[in-house]
């Protein structure tokens, strides 16, 4: 069954450091997302992307974060200088098409990221 | 007023029970309503999706929507130890590329007693 692939699993990062998360969404989808887990907390919105460009974002994506989608396959979120509330999980989601086909967003299983 | 409300748990049931987990929601604009299951430490796993105001079923899952008191539900049949999870509601309006903007509860972690 065709899933979203994250790595790494798990990043610690120093306070200041740029940091990538990697995501390889499915083949074939078209809309990709971020969203993040802070612990304990609800899994919030970070951006939408779709035809090579931000479809909208979230008041927590600022001028720090940014995504990208290099080749083909990947999917990426930088941030540019961690901070210790960035501490979270990154779930990377893709969707084939939108809600109102009855498309569903597939989630990866995370990146846990560390600030220390 | 929040967004979207759940009732955090945890919730206890023995084998064989009948849960239901709910969530009540501010915003008219939502017109799709999803139900999550997650395991501790993983991502989210699509459990249920409904449109409209009603009732969807499968399997053991029972998705209720009642958007005249903006309120969904969910149910679960015969509940079994595997059940054990957090589970997220998890909605959305229509947007004008079509793409999904997820506003999630804050999830009602269950735990079924064999």
């Known amino acids: 069954e065709p899933e979203v692939t994250q790595t790494p699993s798990h990043q610690v990062t120093q306070m200041g450091q740029e940091v990538i998360l990697r995501c390889v969404p499915i083949?074939?989808?078209?809309?990709f997302y971020w969203y993040r887990q802070i612990l304990g907390q609800k899994v919030e919105f970070l951006v939408s992307?779709?035809?090579?460009?931000?479809?909208?974002k979230s008041e927590i994506f600022d001028d720090q974060f940014s995504v990208e989608r290099p080749d083909g396959s990947n999917f990426t979120l930088k941030i540019r200088s961690t901070k210790l509330e960035d501490s979270a999980m990154y779930f990377c989601?893709?969707?084939?098409?939108?809600?109102?086909?009855?498309?569903?967003?597939?989630f990866g299983q995370g990146t846990r990221l560390t600030v220390v | 007023q929040k967004e979207v409300e759940q009732d955090p748990g945890p919730l206890s049931v023995p084998e064989g029970a009948i849960v239901s987990l709910n969530c009540t929601y501010s915003?008219?604009?939502?017109?799709?309503f999803m139900w999550y299951r997650q395991y501790s430490r993983k991502g989210p796993e699509l459990l249920m999706y409904?449109?409209?105001?009603g009732n969807k079923e499968d399997g053991r899952f029972t998705a209720q929507v009642d958007k005249s008191s903006k309120y969904i539900s969910l149910f679960i049949r015969d509940s079994q130890p595997s059940d054990s999870a957090t589970y997220l509601c998890?909605?959305?309006?229509?947007?004008?590329?079509?793409?999904?903007?997820?506003?999630f509860g804050s999830g009602t972690r269950l735990l079924v007693r064999p």
């Open positions: 989601a893709s969707s084939s098409l939108g809600p109102l086909l009855n498309t569903e967003a597939f």
């Open positions: 083949s074939n989808h078209l809309y």
């Open positions: 992307f779709y035809n090579n460009e931000i479809s909208e």
């Open positions: 915003n008219s604009a939502f017109q799709y």
């Open positions: 409904t449109y409209s105001s």
């Open positions: 998890a909605l959305g309006e229509s947007r004008m590329d079509s793409s999904y903007k997820l506003i």
